[in-house]
């Protein structure tokens, strides 16, 4: 059980561990952090799947896993995944087994969008390993980078207070009763004020990545 000292924690800060928390928790469904020593050799040259990864040399050297960890990770993909892809439904699915004292549907909604880089609908297993290399193994820099995209909905490469008020609300609806403190009905619109108090230094109503990365540094 995730308790979150919502009244004393930063906001970029409850944000990020969330965001780190939810994707652990979706690894250990798909059965990807059993790093058991099962030899997986031609794991990849025998899978029967509609969508098939690119070379292990190359998401080897484009993220900071060994090529035994992807093989571990794909075998345990391919057993959850058969087709070789997740859709948003399936995310969700898989979200609400973790999360039954609350709504998760809408942050992962949101969640799965951020791992859909190219925005096709789907998230394959290049797309899952690049996301989970930089929430797992990711630079400070790179894991901001990471959760802007989360909170910029639009994508268009700014943060508004609509956008974070989304975001803020679908995390409580996903903890649901499980947060200490109890959360007071517009806790989620005080959390966005104290966001923007701290983040956006021009005083012009968004958050651009500049402004976040700065903020979140100090």
């Keep these: 059980m995730l308790t979150l000292e ?6 970029q800060t409850v944000g990020i561990v969330v965001i780190i928390f939810a994707s652990l928790k979706l690894l250990h469904l798909l059965g990807l952090i059993d790093f058991s020593e099962d030899i997986v050799e031609d794991e990849m040259e025998m899978a029967t799947v509609r ?3 690119e070379a292990l040399e190359l998401l080897e050297a484009q993220s900071k896993f060994t090529k035994k960890e992807l093989q571990i990770l794909y075998r345990g993909f391919k057993n959850e995944c058969p087709s070789g892809v997740v ?15 609350g709504d998760s549907t809408t942050y992962a909604h949101f969640l ?20 989970l ?5 990711g630079t ?8 802007f995209n989360l909170y910029d909905i639009n994508k268009d490469g700014y943060i508004t207070k609509e956008e974070m008020l989304d975001i803020m609300k679908a995390i409580y609806d996903m903890m649901g009763k499980c ?22 230094k021009n005083k012009d109503g968004v958050v651009t990545i500049d402004e976040f990365i700065e903020s979140c540094q100090k």
């Excluded at 859709?87 to 004292?101: A, G």
């Excluded at 400070?140 to 959760?147: G, I, M, T």
């Design 51 to 53: 969508h098939r990864p």
């Design 6 to 11: 919502w009244e004393s924690e930063g906001l």
């Design 140 to 147: 400070v820099q790179e894991k901001l980078n990471w959760a």
């Design 179 to 200: 947060t200490y403190p109890v959360l007071k009905e517009d806790a989620p619109r005080q959390h966005v004020e104290t966001f923007f108090q701290k983040m956006d």
């Design 112 to 131: 799965f969008n951020a791992f859909d880089t190219d925005h096709n609908g789907s998230v394959s297993f290049e797309d899952f390993v690049m996301g």
């Design 87 to 101: 859709n948003e439904e399936t995310f969700k699915e898989i979200y609400s087994q973790f999360f039954p004292q």
């Design 133 to 137: 290399s930089v929430l797992l193994r």
